[in-house]
């Protein structure tokens, strides 16, 4: 079975080739469903696959350069992406970015500062999954506010309106965002970009988990809108992290395009299957992606703190996201599936008249 | 209004003028690390490959990047093509949050 085996002519490791492209397939399918690079996703995954960390990190960011443009070209050609805020944006991610990472290299010198990233990391994500939460709730109560009224809800309006107060903020230049709805001073969308970014930076991760709620509740990008642009985030910063750790020498080239190849296909299903989803179907499951990533850390956390318990901690936040990985994706595949079969049902039938 | 116009102006130029300021003062960088391909196990495009990261991370990286966004973008045509087979519209869709 030598053939499954692929030799990486950087790291100098085998690695099971199938292994990649099943990963890239689930993490090219959920990246494009909720609109994130989904490092917190891979890393984990190249570990078990035999990848040295010292690789793993610029291997994933590489392929997630990729996915990302895979899926903006997707999400683009339905009208998810705007192109214009993405733009906007892309000097505050970069920026802000660059900040954190030179910001934790400055703290680590100062002291051990792993735990207390993972800490505020955790807050951050019980942060978003009760935000994502609490708008459902508010949403859900506004429907039933509106039915007893004898009325409806407009089918754009959400829970939670917190980017109607940034709006309120004219600073010059204004901007009109198109594919958004928006309209708003420029530097709303530069200042959320640069707070995510210096966030990702510190955290040590991509950006989409943040950058994604973010657009949603500060900006106030209907949902799918918000997919698509931080995807197109995601492509344009996944190429910057590309340049920058391939230049340090920390990206295994092959490994990442083996994955490509999972990965397109996987990008093409998770875009398509959020026509078939309305916005806040997205959220909820954007929601429980975020409750098993902050699962995740707090095991890490517990790993951290209690050496004796170290190892099978560790297996467990590994199982807790692979697991999510092999759960979400073959769901959303589901749906996928359900509404192609659905839509050319429906279109049969128009032919048929 | 007025209040929260001053707390955004204040938040801005404490993240764009004083942060910068004090990350700069701190310098960058960590440990560096010397990581070395072994060239030997290889023949053909991956001998060349494993040469160039060896000679220059600098035309490595810029190879990369050139590399990752054109196979990106051909594997994305071709995952598109096999889509536009199943016979489903791939250029609207209903943007409704509920």
């Avoid at chain 1, 999400?75 to 892309?90: A, E, Q, S, T």
């Avoid at chain 1, 009325?151 to 109607?164: F, M, N, Q, R």
């Avoid at chain 1, 295994?252 to 296909?265: D, K, P, Q, R, T």
Wanted: aromatic share 10%; net charge positive; hydrophobic share 55%.
């Amino acid at each position: 079975m030598d053939w499954l085996y692929v030799l990486m002519p950087i790291s100098g490791v085998e690695i099971f080739w199938p292994g990649l492209i099943i990963l890239g397939l689930g993490v090219g399918i959920i990246g494009a469903f909720f609109g994130m690079g989904g490092a917190w996703m891979v890393t984990p995954g190249l570990n078990i696959l035999g990848f040295p960390m010292a690789f793993a990190i610029g291997t994933d960011i590489a392929h997630m350069a990729g996915k990302s443009l895979i899926s903006t070209l997707r999400h683009g050609k339905f009208g998810n992406v705007d192109y214009k805020l993405g733009v906007v944006m892309i000097a505050g991610t970069v920026v802000g970015f660059e900040i954190g990472a030179q910001m934790i290299m400055w703290l680590e010198r100062i002291g051990r500062v792993d735990i207390t990233v993972r800490y505020m990391y955790l807050v951050l994500l019980t942060f978003i999954a009760w935000l994502v939460f609490s708008d459902l709730r508010k949403r859900l109560q506004k429907e039933k506010a509106a039915r007893k009224a004898g009325k409806e809800v407009d089918k754009l309006a959400t829970g939670i309106e917190w980017h109607k107060t940034f709006h309120k903020i004219k600073i010059p230049p204004m901007m009109h965002f198109k594919m958004a709805g928006v309209y708003c001073s420029m530097w709303l969308p530069i200042a959320i970009s640069f707070l995510t970014g210096w966030l990702a930076g510190i955290l040590g991760i991509g950006g989409g988990l943040l950058r994604m709620p973010a657009l949603l509740y500060f900006v106030g990008c209907p949902t799918h809108v918000a997919v698509g642009t931080d995807l197109f985030e995601v492509a344009i910063s996944g190429l910057y992290g590309t340049a920058s750790f391939t230049y340090k020498g920390r990206t295994e080239l092959v490994a990442a395009l083996v994955m490509l190849i999972g990965a397109s296909v996987g990008a093409q299903i998770g875009a398509v299957a959020t026509k078939y989803v309305k916005g806040y179907g997205i959220r909820v499951f954007f929601g429980f992606a975020v409750i098993v990533c902050a699962l995740s850390i707090i095991c890490k956390l517990i790993a951290a703190a209690n050496p004796e318990v170290r190892t099978l901690f560790d297996t467990l936040a590994t199982i807790l996201i692979l697991g999510m990985v092999f759960a979400m994706s073959t769901y959303i595949f589901v749906l996928f599936l359900r509404g192609v079969r659905k839509e050319l049902a429906d279109k049969k039938a128009r032919q048929g008249k | 209004m007025r209040k929260i116009r001053i707390k955004m102006t204040a938040l801005l130029f404490f993240l764009f003028i004083i942060l910068p300021g004090k990350v700069m003062a701190a310098g960058g960088g960590g440990e560096s690390i010397v990581i070395v391909a072994d060239t030997r196990r290889f023949t053909g495009a991956m001998a060349w490959w494993t040469d160039m990261y060896n000679d220059s991370h600098l035309l490595f990286a810029i190879v990369t990047i050139i590399i990752i966004p054109v196979v990106g973008v051909i594997m994305g045509v071709i995952a598109d093509l096999v889509m536009s087979r199943v016979g489903i519209d791939l250029k609207h869709r209903d943007l409704a949050e509920h």
